[in-house]
């Protein structure tokens, strides 16, 4: 297994530039989510997904869209880019088989937006 | 909305020392699952060790132990024989129980292990 996967490794935008960042995952978790790390913040949510079709909010979630049309894959676009969203950007995954489970994290997504 | 805070933004070690890394969290819950994660600087987020809130005794993974104090909210962690493979930024996570998977993190903990 792959594990969580995380495309591009590392980005440059320009403010109100476009992009997605890509998630994938191939353990059959119906459980995935997206975080921001900023520097003296730790690692905030801001969208997740309980299975295909379903996503919802997380705590920070303003200028991000995501979607979830397939088990593997949860995008996370940046519709027109601002400074603030400047940060590393984790995927992580978890099956819903039992309330224990941990998560698996991917290897993130260092972002600068100038 | 729960918190969870860690008092400590950086902490130093020698190797082979033991080293307790501090973590509080606020909830009203009484079901809820708590974590320890450790980012090197390779920034991956690994999983060091995990708490149920409803089990009494105290996890241990090797030479990762916890004291976890329910009714003081309080979940530390603690390194037994440092090695210089531990220096990492380590996150304490909070997570409710049911199927609620949202995990809400502190603000993490830097440690150095000194040779």
């Known amino acids: 297994n792959a594990g969580v996967t995380q495309t591009p490794k590392f980005q440059v935008l320009k403010t109100g530039q476009s992009m997605t960042l890509q998630c994938a995952q191939d353990?059959?978790?119906?459980?995935m989510s997206w975080y921001r790390q900023d520097p003296g913040m730790g690692l905030r949510l801001i969208h997740y997904?309980?299975?295909?079709?379903?996503?919802d909010q997380g705590e920070v979630p303003n200028g991000y869209n995501v979607s979830r049309s397939t088990t593997e894959d949860f995008p996370l676009r940046l519709l027109s880019a601002a400074p603030s969203q400047t940060s590393v950007y984790f995927c992580?995954?978890?099956?819903?088989?039992?309330?224990?489970?941990?998560?698996?994290f991917g290897p993130g997504t260092r972002l600068t937006v100038l | 909305a729960q918190t969870v805070t860690q008092s400590q933004p950086e902490m130093s070690v020698q190797e082979a020392e033991t080293v307790t890394l501090s973590c509080t969290y606020d909830?009203?819950?009484?079901?809820?699952?708590l974590f320890w994660y450790k980012q090197p600087p390779s920034r991956q987020m690994i999983l060091v060790i995990r708490?149920?809130?409803?089990?009494?005794q105290n996890a241990t993974e090797n030479r990762f132990s916890v004291n976890f104090q329910k009714a003081a909210k309080s979940f530390s962690l603690k390194i037994s024989d440092s090695q210089l493979g531990d220096a990492a930024m380590y996150f304490c996570?909070?997570?409710?129980?049911?199927?609620?998977?949202?995990?809400?993190f502190g603000k993490g903990t830097l440690l150095t292990v000194n040779p």
């Open positions: 992580a995954s978890s099956p819903r088989t039992y309330s224990y489970n941990e998560q698996f």
């Open positions: 353990m059959n978790h119906e459980y």
């Open positions: 997904s309980v299975g295909a079709g379903i996503t």
């Open positions: 909830t009203s819950e009484s079901d809820y699952y």
């Open positions: 708490q149920e809130a409803y089990k009494q």
């Open positions: 996570a909070y997570r409710s129980g049911g199927s609620n998977y949202k995990l809400t």
